[in-house]
């Protein structure tokens, strides 16, 4: 049952497409693939993966664990490619197999690993050129070429510093990724996300990997590419109430009032995954009027100062915590967070979910009309 007085978050699969070729543009050269880990950015990896998939030129995926590799092959058929970050273990091999997953080998014992027991099946090679968190040493070229039965097909590596262009570390990056992958002359080469991607046309190398930037939050610091809002998070105002000079509001009492306030309580808190680090700094939008968070974000409640707004406010009436009217860039900031944590600490409680009995909505839309069920799959099931 959707549910009025429920978070909800309405996502747009048209400008997630949108999104996609407009970022895939800044690099024409390169094949640009789709990063849907985390349940694509907690927006729904099956309806996201669906949708993205309606474009001929989107036929490459990438997830972080094979269960979700799994998932998405199920969601999307047999022909894309799914890559998983997180490299091969031994108990997750028979899902490669029966999924058709390539994984990206991060060692050399993953590489030794998936040669014997998948000899000639595709694989990728992750390099580590500066950001010290997954991949091969750039030390380790040789050995890992030396592994027979390793059919390598892609050669990546990861930049650090992405959303900022001017980052020296991005040019040493590609530096370095240029020599290793000269040692690979057959295989596809892929270095930059998003924020890589319009860096520049040598950043874009054989293909881009692109996460952020299609879900609508920047994927540079600067903001200077312009992006689609795709995910839109409203709840609704179940009581409205008048406050005094000199009282407080919320937990700690943290803020006082300087003078009459209007307050509206809204019914989203951090159990839904919305950060309580946005107590007395986010804001919402509320009819008409960005509002101020005031006092603390709760478990399941939010206030907003909503003296400002146009029209009087209503018990049933709806914020607006990211949207078209509440930039996520914008809230993030102000919150002192990132887009991705809005949208995965949000979407990764949302219902329905296997398992998982979160009460934030995910209703998708195909520019302003529902999505078609073919999309949707499980994910718009009532749990
Ligand atoms: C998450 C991730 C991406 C996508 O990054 P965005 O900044 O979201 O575009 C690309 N490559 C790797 C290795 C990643 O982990």
């Known amino acids: 049952m959707m549910a009025a007085h429920n978070p909800r978050l309405d996502i747009d699969l048209a400008a997630l497409c949108a999104n996609y070729r407009r970022i895939a543009a800044a690099c024409p050269a390169a094949e640009a693939a789709a990063v849907v880990k985390c349940d694509a950015y907690g927006l729904g990896a099956e309806a996201v993966g669906r949708a993205l998939a309606t474009m001929e030129d989107c036929r490459t995926f990438f997830v972080a664990y094979s269960e979700e590799g799994a998932a998405l092959r199920e969601a999307i058929g047999p022909k894309p490619r799914i890559f998983v970050f997180n490299g091969p273990f031994p108990e997750y091999l028979s899902a490669y197999r029966a999924y058709r997953l390539t994984p990206v080998i991060n060692t050399i014992e993953q590489a030794r690993l998936f040669a014997r027991e998948a000899p000639g099946a595709p694989a990728a090679l992750h390099f580590d050129t500066g950001m010290r968190r997954l991949g091969l040493s750039m030390g380790e070229a040789d050995a890992v070429s030396a592994v027979s039965g390793l059919n390598v097909t892609l050669v990546m590596s990861h930049l650090a510093c992405a959303s900022d262009p001017a980052h020296p570390m991005n040019a040493a990056q590609l530096s370095a990724f240029a020599a290793i992958a000269g ?6 080469k892929s270095l930059a996300s998003s924020g890589g991607a319009l860096i520049g046309k040598k950043f874009g190398c054989d293909q881009v990997r ?4 299609l879900y609508g939050a920047s994927p540079l610091d600067e903001r200077s590419f312009p992006i689609d809002p795709v995910a839109r998070l409203t709840a609704p105002v179940i009581q409205v109430h008048d406050m005094r000079a000199g009282e407080t509001v919320g937990y700690g009492a943290t803020f006082t009032a300087d003078r009459a306030l209007r307050l509206a309580t809204v019914s989203l808190g951090y159990g839904d995954g919305f950060p309580r680090a946005a107590s007395n700094r986010g804001k919402a939008h509320l009819n008409g009027a960005l509002c101020p968070i005031v006092g603390r974000v709760s478990m399941d409640l939010i206030v907003l100062d909503a003296t400002k707004t146009p029209q009087p406010v209503k018990v049933g009436d709806r914020a607006e915590f990211f949207g078209p009217n509440r930039l ?6 102000d ?8 949208l995965t600490g949000v979407g990764g409680l949302a219902r329905p979910r296997r398992g998982l009995g ?3 909505e995910r209703r998708y839309f195909w520019g302003d009309r529902p999505a078609d069920a073919g999309f949707v799959g499980d994910e718009g099931k009532d749990a």
């Not at 919150?335 to 809005?342: Q, R, S």
């Open 335 to 342: 919150c002192g967070v990132i887009g991705y944590e809005l």
């Open 210 to 213: 692109l996460g952020v930037g």
């Open 358 to 360: 979160g009460r934030v």
């Open 183 to 188: 040692k690979f002359p057959a295989a596809q």
């Open 328 to 333: 996520i860039d914008d809230q993030a900031a």
